[in-house]
């Protein structure tokens, strides 16, 4: 059963950076796209950002573009979400998601349990 | 701004049948947006139902179907059980490599 790890959430004031990582023990990391969903205190769910299972294609929402990075390290099965100049609404858990294929059109199947990012001043 | 459309809220008997539907703001919901489908309980993490229209992810029931219908994709559950109790959010694929999400329909089993 493939399981996501997400850690580097945190507390953290308005303007800061904060680097997540998600990793999936024992999958074949570079045959899937991942992506990065996050969720507001009572709101629905929001995409974040995709890559493709070779790094070569990212994706952002609108709403992070310019801020967020999102990259991957396939021999060490890790995907990263980089955030910079961190606002308040960016407050939420953050989960990664593993695609279902290598690229990220097809849909995403398993979900990491979540990392908690709060920013605050 | 492409809005993805989920209704806020449905109620379903136990046992009953229930079709929860995910459309656009503009335009009709087809095969080419990969409508998939989740299923969040207070406090956990979502978990996968549908993909690509009509896959079930891997342990998901029969009992949970995807569909296109008319201009809308839809989620349908029969049977409907207590724990199937959630909210339920559809996501989009945008074709610009973005994805949307609905709102999310909060279902009450009842």
């Known amino acids: 059963e493939v399981q996501l790890l997400e850690s580097g959430g945190g507390l953290l004031q308005p303007g800061g950076s904060l680097r997540l990582s998600c990793t999936a023990p024992?999958?074949?990391?570079?045959?899937?796209?991942m992506s990065w969903v996050r969720q507001a205190p009572g709101k629905g769910l929001e995409w974040v950002s995709d890559?493709?299972?070779?790094?070569?294609?990212?994706y952002y929402a609108d709403s992070v573009k310019g801020r967020f990075t999102t990259s991957r390290d396939n021999p060490k099965n890790t995907l990263y979400l980089q955030m910079n100049s961190l606002r308040a609404e960016d407050t939420g858990v953050y989960y990664c998601?593993?695609?279902?294929?290598?690229?990220?059109?097809?849909?995403?199947?398993?979900w990491g349990q979540g990392t908690t990012v709060t920013v605050s001043s | 701004q492409t809005v993805v459309t989920q209704e806020p809220s449905f109620s379903v008997s136990p046992g009953g049948t229930v079709t929860l539907t995910c459309g656009l703001s503009?335009?009709?919901?087809?095969?080419?947006?990969?409508p998939s489908w989740y299923q969040q309980t207070p406090g956990q993490a979502p978990r996968t139902l549908i993909y690509s229209t009509n896959t079930r992810s891997s342990g998901v029931p029969d009992r949970f179907s995807g569909s296109i219908l008319g201009n809308k994709a839809a989620l349908t559950i029969t049977g409907a059980q207590a724990d199937d109790e959630s909210d339920y959010y559809c996501v989009l694929y945008m074709r610009s490599g973005i994805w949307v999400f609905g709102g999310g329909t909060k279902l009450t089993v009842l």
């Open positions: 503009s335009g009709s919901v087809s095969t080419s947006y990969f």
């Open positions: 890559i493709s299972g070779n790094g070569g294609s990212t």
């Open positions: 024992g999958l074949t990391f570079s045959s899937y796209a």
């Open positions: 998601v593993k695609g279902v294929a290598v690229f990220n059109y097809y849909g995403m199947d398993v």
